[in-house]
């Protein structure tokens, strides 16, 4: 019987920050240059598929020379102790490089590409370009496993079922500005402790059993895995 404590996290672009991996907001809301809405959304897509498409062949050339810090790190080493759940915002593949074993991605994988015609149709890309003319077993063309903005995000049901069961929740580099990810905090019991590292601090709705530390990922979730190792253990 398992009775460890359950850990559910929720990172976003500032977990990867330290890993040379740009945020959405340090961007200045522009990626590379190009408006989010011209290469992050379905309708940009359908105007310039080449420009999407070499967008996140950029991205991933860039994560692929990216490695796991210790934000990332001290996060895996905490299912040593605890049951952890890693819910994340990042497309980057730095939580399951540092050893976490569960991990949902909210927004999609930037290492998988996926069928226009038939959306289970999921193919791994590993360290490949995904170009016009690459096609799905059923011929059409192939896409970024990405959630783009407008789009549905399916895998959220599966984070709230989660923290609805949460003892724990730590949030850790989000500035919490997307939904519905930023709202999986609602889902988890207002008793429950909420850890929020981020060194620019999210504006976020007041609530009971909220501790703040205001620093980067990777000192603060030192911090937090060790105040949960002596209150727990
Ligand atoms: C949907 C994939 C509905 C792409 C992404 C008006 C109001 C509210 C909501 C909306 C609105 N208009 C539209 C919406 C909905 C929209 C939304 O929320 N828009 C926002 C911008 C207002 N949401 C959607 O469209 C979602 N879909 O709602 O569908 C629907 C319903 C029915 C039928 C059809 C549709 C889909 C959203 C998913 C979009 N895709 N990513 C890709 O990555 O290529 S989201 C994008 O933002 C990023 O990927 C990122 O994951 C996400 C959130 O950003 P953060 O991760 O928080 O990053 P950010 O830079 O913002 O913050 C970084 C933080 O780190 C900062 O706080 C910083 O201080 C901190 N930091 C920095 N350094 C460090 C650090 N922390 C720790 N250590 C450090 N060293």
């Not at 759940?85 to 290492?111: C, K, M, P, W, Y």
């Not at 060194?199 to 949960?228: C, H, Q």
Request: charged share 25%; aromatic share 8%.
């Amino acid at each position: 019987m398992n009775n460890k404590k359950k850990i559910v996290v929720l990172t976003g672009a500032g977990v990867s920050a330290e890993s040379g991996i740009k945020t959405f907001r340090d961007a200045g809301g522009l990626w590379e240059g190009h408006d989010v809405m011209e290469v992050a959304s379905f309708d940009g897509w359908l105007r310039n598929k080449e420009l999407v498409l070499d967008f996140y062949n950029q991205r991933r050339k860039q994560a692929l020379t990216a490695k796991p810090n210790q934000g990332h790190i001290g996060l895996a080493t905490l299912e040593k102790d605890f049951e952890v759940v890693i819910v994340t915002q990042n497309v980057d593949n730095l939580h399951e490089r540092a050893g976490s074993s569960n991990v949902i991605h909210l927004h999609g994988e930037l290492f998988k590409s996926r069928s226009t015609v038939d959306e289970n149709l999921v193919y791994e890309i590993d360290d490949g370009e995904v170009n016009i003319g690459d096609h799905c077993e059923k011929g059409s063309q192939l896409r970024p496993h990405i959630v783009w903005f407008g789009e549905m995000v399916p895998m959220m049901v599966v984070a709230a079922r989660e923290a609805v069961s949460a003892d724990i929740f730590i949030v850790v580099g989000t500035s919490l500005a997307v939904y519905p990810a930023a709202g999986l905090i609602d889902y988890v019991g207002s008793e429950i402790p909420k850890f929020i590292i981020d060194p620019n601090m999210p504006s976020i709705y007041p609530r009971s059993e909220l501790f703040l530390f205001e620093e980067n990922g990777s000192t603060g979730v030192k911090k937090v895995a060790d105040i949960l190792r002596k209150i727990y253990l």
